[in-house]
């Protein structure tokens, strides 16, 4: 093994030692947007005006190019179905054609949802970004409503992301206006958890802290005190989740890779990126198959 990452998946380690996907199903919004090109099916209009965008046209490209990807996610593909010039400007920014080519699905995830409290540059900066921003390990996983990276334990288990439905939010006393400023999403129908529990109803979630910062505190206590937060059986938590990449300085993408030759289920559920997976082999010893099974070796 050298002494120095590499960027190769084919070295130092066998191939089949990690995988960029195990195969237990989580149930997040991954994999319900596959059957369809949404939010794209209007640019595909030939008879739609090539010109003008009105007084739009009277801004530099460049200024323009600021402009819209200071727009959250839902404005900016409203703005792209306006015509085809609409479509050829915000295709050429070249942030949008990255998260475009290497995850689509976030995009059309979020227009579905009507997640719009974030603007395109927070979001692309969070997909440049890696790790989870509460445990530090390689976040694989987007919480959509507020776009915050987490890895898998933390979106299962940490209180912070387990969003509250507007009825909840009603019970503690903050007024319907209100919550209409708070950061949330409309869910969509399907089954949710590796349980594959079935919601057939579209619920708007709100992003917990958001709504404990405006809730009275008499009230949060007695509300939230009769929840019961079932952690990985929750659906509400996997309704505001997707995978997302890791956008590398440069064109490069990094998905992160779990360890086969971990036993213990858990530990197999950690992701590491392309460097830190050496440094969980330095630390536990190269990984071969022994007996038919994948194992760490001292």
Known sequence: MPDTPSD?????????????????????????????????????????PLNS???????????????LLDLDVCTL???????????????SLPNFRRVVENCIDVIRAIVATGANDYTFNTL?????????????RFGGYLYLITCQRLCYFCFTRDEAFYPITESTARRIGIRKGDLKK????????????????????????????????????????????RQIDRTTLEPAR?????????????????????CLGCRDILEKRIKYSQTAILDHFRQC????EIRGRMQHVP
């Open 8 to 48: 190769n998946l084919d070295e130092p380690y066998p191939a089949n030692s990690v995988t960029e996907q195990l195969q237990i199903p989580d149930n997040t919004l991954d994999g319900r947007f596959s059957k369809t090109n949404f939010p794209f099916q209007k640019s595909q209009n030939p008879h739609q």
């Open 53 to 67: 965008l009105g007084h739009l046209d009277m801004l530099p490209v460049e200024l323009l190019s600021e402009v």
């Open 77 to 91: 593909m409203a703005f792209r179905c306006v015509n085809r010039q609409a479509i050829a400007i915000v295709d």
């Open 124 to 136: 692309y900066n969070r997909l440049s970004m890696s790790d989870c921003v509460k445990c530090g």
């Open 182 to 225: 708070l950061p949330h999403l409309l869910s969509l129908p399907g089954q949710y958890t590796g349980f594959e529990k079935l919601s057939k109803k579209r619920i708007k979630l709100f992003d917990r802290e958001a709504v404990q910062q405006r809730a009275q505190d008499d009230r949060w206590i007695v509300v939230t005190g």
């Open 238 to 258: 996997y309704m505001v989740i997707i995978s997302v990449p890791h956008f590398r300085t440069g064109n490069g993408i990094d998905r992160g890779v779990h």
């Open 285 to 288: 010893g190269p990984v071969r």
